[in-house]
C-alpha cells in the first residue's frame, strides 16, 4: 500500500506560479512511476505528466508542455509539479497517483491515488 498527500494548491493569477509536491508513504517509493492528473468541475480527469520511477524520465500532456514540469526526489518519497505561466483553464483538483507502470497516462493503470489539491487560477 502507498498513501499519498498532495500539498500547495491555492490560488493564483493568470501568468503566476505554483508548486505542487506529494508526499509518499508506505511502500518503497522508488518502485513507483509518478503521474500528476487533474480534474475540472464537469470534466473528466485528464493527465497532466509523469515521472519515471528513476526520474531520468518525463512526459507531459501538450496543454501543459513547457509550462510545467514534474521532478522527484526518491531519498525524501517527494514528487513535485512546478507549474509556470498558469492560464485559468488550469483551474482544476490536481491529483498525484503512483504506478509500477511507465509509461503511464491513463488514471487505469495507476494504482495508487491521493486526494487531490485544489488549484484556482484568476483571469
Known amino acids: 500500500q502507498v498513501h499519498l498527500v498532495e500539498s500547495g494548491g491555492g490560488l493564483v493569477q493568470a501568468g503566476g506560479s505554483l508548486r505542487l509536491s506529494c508526499a509518499a508513504y508506505g511502500r518503497t517509493f522508488s518502485n513507483y512511476a509518478m503521474g500528476w492528473f487533474r480534474q475540472a468541475p464537469g470534466k473528466e480527469r485528464e493527465f497532466v505528466g509523469g515521472?519515471?520511477?528513476?526520474?531520468?524520465?518525463?512526459n507531459y500532456a501538450d496543454s501543459v508542455k513547457g509550462r510545467f514540469t514534474i521532478s522527484r526526489n526518491n531519498a525524501k518519497n517527494t514528487v513535485s509539479l512546478q507549474m509556470n505561466s498558469l492560464k485559468p483553464e488550469d483551474t482544476a483538483v490536481y491529483y498525484c497517483a503512483a504506478s509500477v507502470r511507465w509509461v503511464a497516462t491513463v488514471d487505469n493503470e495507476y494504482d495508487y491515488w491521493g486526494q487531490g489539491t485544489q488549484v484556482t487560477v484568476s483571469s
Open positions: 515521472i519515471s520511477n528513476g526520474g531520468v524520465s518525463t
